[in-house]
């Protein structure tokens, strides 16, 4: 069975790998190593800064024409987000991975129909990332919550009980976006209470993101405000969410979606 993953740049734009002429042959994209921490010859802990995988891509049409057409768009999506200094997404199944296509290497041509491009894939977060959305809130609203410049999905109305189920094995990092009107929201997770002394308005939404250590208020133009000289001091914002059932509670009456991002090594197989 051939393993299917894409590409997906900052633009949203995609590769689809392993269909339409574009096919994987063998590659490291589930392999992964940690650095060793040591001290006086001994063991003291663990990391992981960088990685680089190969992925070496087949490409081939009966067609010459369609075939260049596919090396060109491989790489002018992988390109911009170079130009752009902005990661795209290594996507297998549930769960991607953020870099860069920093190399590019093409042998193998046979009259241009087949050909074998070897990109090198680089990340400075080696962690496969699995998205899971839980909404709380109170009150009703009709239709689906869309705001400009958001997300590529919509948030429908929810009022759902005040626990939350992390279903992973560790602690998890998180996005929170909380929606106005609000004023100094705290979100109590497990008795661990996330705070940010700021305003909300009505269709603008605050967000905090763990992995990115950064808390921004979105307003409905789409402008993003730094809010992190805002938050409370008392209790650390960027706590991870532990695995299990935890109570939820919130100060006031707002809603707010908690995105837990389960990280792993190696994503899981299926």
């Keep these: 069975m051939v393993e299917q993953f894409k590409y997906v740049n900052h633009l949203s734009e ?6 339409a002429g574009m096919y994987v042959d063998e590659n ?11 001290k006086n ?33 491989l790489f002018e999506v992988c390109e911009k987000d170079i130009l752009a200094v902005s990661p795209g997404r290594l996507v297998l199944g549930d769960y991607y ?19 074998v491009t070897n ?18 809130g109170y009150g009703s609203v009709d239709g689906d919550l869309d705001y400009k410049n958001d997300f590529p999905y919509d948030y429908t109305s929810n009022i759902l009980g005040k626990q939350l189920v992390n279903p992973g094995f560790v602690s998890s990092n998180f996005r929170m976006l ?37 808390i921004e208020l979105v307003k409905q133009n789409g402008e993003r405000v730094n809010c992190f000289g805002s938050r409370d001091r008392d209790s650390y914002i960027f ?11 919130l100060s006031s009456d707002f809603k707010v979606d908690i995105t837990l991002l389960e990280e792993r090594s190696e994503p899981k197989w299926i």
């Design 119 to 136: 990109l090198t894939f680089e990340t400075d977060n080696p962690f496969w990332i699995r998205e899971e959305t839980h909404v709380f």
């Design 239 to 249: 706590e991870k969410i532990p695995s299990g059932t935890s109570n939820v509670a």
């Design 97 to 115: 991975i953020k870099g860069y296509i920093t190399e590019s290497a093409t042998s193998g041509f046979e009259n241009r129909k087949t050909s």
């Design 41 to 73: 010859d001994k063991y003291t802990g663990f990391k992981r800064t960088t990685a680089t995988k190969k992925l070496p891509i087949r490409i081939a049409d009966e067609d010459p024409e369609i075939a260049n057409n596919l090396r060109n768009r």
């Design 28 to 38: 490291d994209i589930r392999d992964f190593a940690w650095d060793v921490i040591s």
């Design 178 to 214: 909380i929606y106005g009107p609000a004023g100094s929201p705290a979100v109590t997770i497990g008795g661990h209470t996330y705070k940010v002394n700021t305003s909300v308005e009505d269709h603008e939404y605050l967000q905090i993101d763990s992995i990115e250590k950064t």
């Design 14 to 19: 995609e590769i689809q790998f392993g269909e």
